[in-house]
């Protein structure tokens, strides 16, 4: 069997078990309705569908696998990955910041699911980094991610960044390669993977990090000319 092949098994199966979950969860959520209305509940069923989604495209045939281009708030992607990670933010007590101008709005035109993978992929590392500091320097210190959003001559800049570990500048030129990783039990896969979905939507990305400093990751996504058109955001933004 060749590569894609064992992988194409591989997620057939992953998907097998998933479906017998998500029936699972069904079941659950019928025996005890109150789960409806609460909030982790939901935002754990909503993750379930981006992974199933995320395992169809896979495993649909090429022609049909490109995921749907739309355009994509980038302020309400991060809330809700936000939202997605509140339990380990909350665990770890770290506190995560979304800095916008008010006023402004921050569409670009994208992938959900392959923009949710980025993003999951770079908090997963923060988070990470955050914690391997905590091991490392045991006085009490900050502990934050911050997702900073700007315009620059049309295009939309993203940084995050987080309180965490850091890199030195060796580790910085190599952490985008498959299998690098600088922590035990890391696979050196996420960044490979953010490396790629970065091309694939025309973002450039770049680090900037110092050791025990902490890391930004700056992502620039390419103007999007419909902008105009999208509805404006009012509320400060700022938490
Ligand atoms: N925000 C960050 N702060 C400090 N180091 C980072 C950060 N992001 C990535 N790195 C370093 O880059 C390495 C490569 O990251 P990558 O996401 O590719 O792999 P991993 O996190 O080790 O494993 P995987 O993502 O496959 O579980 C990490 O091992 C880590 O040392
Ligand atoms: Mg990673």
């Known amino acids: 069997m060749n590569d894609l092949q064992e992988l194409s098994t591989f997620s057939h199966e992953i998907n097998n078990s998933l479906t017998l ?63 997605s990670w509140s339990y380990y933010l909350h665990k770890e007590q770290i506190r995560f910041f979304i800095q916008a101008d008010p006023g402004t709005a921050f569409y670009v035109y994208g992938a959900r699911s392959k923009l949710f993978q980025l993003f999951h992929n770079l908090i997963s590392n923060a988070v990470k980094a955050i914690q391997q500091k905590k091991e490392t320097c045991r006085s009490p210190h900050i502990t934050h991610i911050t997702v900073h959003l700007s315009k620059e001559q049309g295009h939309i800049v993203l940084n995050l960044s987080d309180t965490g570990i850091g890199m030195t500048t060796e580790q910085q ?8 990783s600088f922590h035990p039990g890391g696979n050196g896969i996420g960044l490979s993977v953010v490396q790629n979905i970065a091309r694939d939507l025309h973002i450039k990305i770049h680090i900037d990090s110092a050791p025990n400093q902490g890391t930004t990751f700056t992502l620039i996504f390419p103007a999007y000319e419909q902008q105009l058109s999208c509805p404006t955001r009012t509320e400060a933004l700022t938490k």
């Open 173 to 180: 030129s190599r952490a985008f390669y498959r299998g690098v």
């Open 21 to 83: 979950i998500y029936g699972q969860i069904q079941c659950i959520e019928k025996t005890y309705d109150t789960l409806t209305g609460n909030d982790h509940w939901n935002r754990m069923k909503d993750d379930f569908s981006s992974l199933f989604d995320f395992i169809h495209q896979f495993l649909a045939p090429a022609e049909e696998s490109s995921a749907a281009m739309e355009p994509l708030d980038l302020i309400s992607v991060i809330s809700e990955i936000r939202s």
